[in-house]
């Protein structure tokens, strides 16, 4: 009966344990996702999302659209502002450009 008890109490012991691992390992995914989240927005930063080249100081500078303040770059805002209806890539309308300063 003792030995029994005991065993209860191991298995106790092992399934407390399981239960913190599954947590930990649990916790590690969410983190992982996090980073792997940040990442992915890091990217988009310093990417135009209409034409996915990286930013720079010539064709591709980067430009801010007013008013609702997403970004794109020069080349692409030219492109937009011919259209009859200047639009961001959010379809609100353009109302003026910034450019961006780090
Ligand atoms: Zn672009
Ligand atoms: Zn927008």
Redesign the pocket.
Same mark, same amino acid.
């Given at each position: 009966m003792a030995l029994q008890i005991e065993l209860d109490q191991q298995n106790q012991v092992i399934d407390a344990n399981q239960r913190f691992m599954d947590e930990v390992t649990a916790s590690r995914a969410v983190r992982q996702h996090k980073i792997q989240e940040l990442n992915r927005r890091l990217e988009n930063l310093e990417q +135009?999302k209409? +034409?996915y080249?990286n930013y720079d100081d010539t064709d591709?500078q980067q430009l801010a659209v007013n008013p609702c303040g997403h970004f794109? /770059?020069k080349? /692409?805002c030219n492109i937009m502002i011919t259209k009859p209806i200047p639009k961001c890539w959010c379809q609100e309308k353009m109302s003026r450009l910034m450019r961006v300063y780090a």
């Open positions: +135009c209409i +034409c080249e591709h794109m /770059c080349k /692409c």
